[in-house]
């Protein structure tokens, strides 16, 4: 099957033949009334948006990667960007989607959205099976959701962000207070491998290659993970406290001293294969980081 990547809610609105005017950072959806025919099988997509939902009476499975999730009435669960999702329904006769995007939750929720909610960079989400009580609370928050949506108003994203925010709160200190991003880095992040892994690939390619055409950048990682860049270094920066570039940057630099000490290859030549436009950016850096230039290091190591 075809894997639709990149997929944004204005994708997600062309699929379901509904009508938009613009790029769309906010919905809420009945899934009743966007899919009438039951059963259903959604195509496999790697979304760029968060997907909240809430089945009050209904059936199904969705996959997230490897991991396959029943789900039945009064549950709740969401899938965040990057990851290659799908889903059945067998049922679903009263059920809400709130899709959204990273900008509208900085935006109108929390700028500091990570900060504040970790648990939205988590990787693996079954649902969660809710009392009675537990889940009238939460159909409340979408209905009012639901019902601030449909009207028109300059205030509406920040009515909308307001009452997301409560319903993460509520999320958080019923499911999440203990979640915590470090741990799942060090345990089975997968994002953290993939990335890990392209890193180390990366690096070993250029240093066969004469230039490597702006590879070892954080846009080219995000890229080849099919993940927004920002997106990318928040996970990144959640699950193992260093940021994207500067897990780059301790690689370049590594590599750069190998190549000094082991290869024929000048300081010029190096700078270009590890992607620097000039030399003197290579040497600034590597003394930097190093309190010496190539040249002085290479010579110091090597005597």
Same mark, same amino acid.
């Given at each position: 099957m075809e894997i639709i990547v990149h997929h944004k809610i204005s994708d997600l609105y062309k699929t379901l033949g509904l009508p938009f005017d613009q790029e769309i950072d906010f919905t809420i959806l009945s899934i009743p009334a966007i899919h009438p025919q039951i059963p259903f099988k959604s195509p496999i997509l790697r979304a760029d948006y968060f997907s909240f939902i809430l089945t009050k009476e209904g059936s199904g499975v969705y996959w997230l990667d490897d991991n396959k999730f029943p789900f039945d009435s009064q549950t709740i669960y969401f899938t965040n960007p990057g990851h290659l999702k799908s889903y059945e329904l067998n049922e679903s006769k009263d059920a809400f989607i709130i899709?959204?995007?990273?900008?509208? /939750?900085?935006?109108?929720?929390?700028?500091? #959205? %990570? =900060?504040?909610? !970790?648990? @939205? *960079?988590?990787? #693996?989400?079954p649902p969660k099976k809710l009392a009675q009580n537990d889940f009238d609370e939460f159909e409340t928050l979408y209905s009012q959701i639901f019902k601030e949506f449909k009207k028109e108003s300059r205030y509406k994203n920040k009515i909308l962000g307001n009452l997301f925010m409560v319903m993460l709160l509520k999320i958080k200190e019923r499911f999440w207070s203990a979640y915590n991003p470090m741990e799942e880095g060090r345990r =089975?992040?997968?994002?953290?491998?993939?990335?890990?892994? @392209? *890193?180390?690939?990366?690096? +070993?390619?250029?240093t066969r290659s004469n230039h490597n055409d702006g590879k070892l950048r954080a846009y080219y990682f995000a890229k080849k993970l099919n993940l927004h860049p920002n997106y990318l270094n928040s996970v990144i920066k959640s699950k193992t406290g260093t940021t994207v570039n500067d897990w780059i940057s301790k690689r370049t630099l590594s590599v750069a001293?190998? @190549? /000094? *000490?082991?290869? !024929? %290859? &000048?300081?010029?030549?190096?700078? %270009?294969? @590890? =992607?620097?436009?000039?030399?003197?950016?290579?040497?600034?850096?590597?003394? +930097?980081?190093?309190? *010496? &230039? !190539?040249?002085?290091?290479?010579k110091s190591n090597k005597s």
């Amino acid at each position: 099957m075809e894997i639709i990547v990149h997929h944004k809610i204005s994708d997600l609105y062309k699929t379901l033949g509904l009508p938009f005017d613009q790029e769309i950072d906010f919905t809420i959806l009945s899934i009743p009334a966007i899919h009438p025919q039951i059963p259903f099988k959604s195509p496999i997509l790697r979304a760029d948006y968060f997907s909240f939902i809430l089945t009050k009476e209904g059936s199904g499975v969705y996959w997230l990667d490897d991991n396959k999730f029943p789900f039945d009435s009064q549950t709740i669960y969401f899938t965040n960007p990057g990851h290659l999702k799908s889903y059945e329904l067998n049922e679903s006769k009263d059920a809400f989607i709130i899709t959204l995007s990273e900008k509208f /939750l900085r935006e109108n929720v929390h700028q500091e #959205i %990570y =900060g504040e909610f !970790p648990f @939205l *960079l988590a990787e #693996i989400v079954p649902p969660k099976k809710l009392a009675q009580n537990d889940f009238d609370e939460f159909e409340t928050l979408y209905s009012q959701i639901f019902k601030e949506f449909k009207k028109e108003s300059r205030y509406k994203n920040k009515i909308l962000g307001n009452l997301f925010m409560v319903m993460l709160l509520k999320i958080k200190e019923r499911f999440w207070s203990a979640y915590n991003p470090m741990e799942e880095g060090r345990r =089975g992040s997968q994002i953290v491998k993939s990335f890990k892994n @392209l *890193l180390e690939t990366e690096f +070993k390619e250029v240093t066969r290659s004469n230039h490597n055409d702006g590879k070892l950048r954080a846009y080219y990682f995000a890229k080849k993970l099919n993940l927004h860049p920002n997106y990318l270094n928040s996970v990144i920066k959640s699950k193992t406290g260093t940021t994207v570039n500067d897990w780059i940057s301790k690689r370049t630099l590594s590599v750069a001293k190998s @190549l /000094l *000490l082991n290869a !024929p %290859y &000048s300081s010029k030549e190096i700078a %270009y294969k @590890l =992607g620097f436009s000039e030399s003197t950016h290579f040497s600034r850096f590597f003394k +930097k980081h190093t309190g *010496l &230039s !190539p040249n002085t290091f290479r010579k110091s190591n090597k005597s």
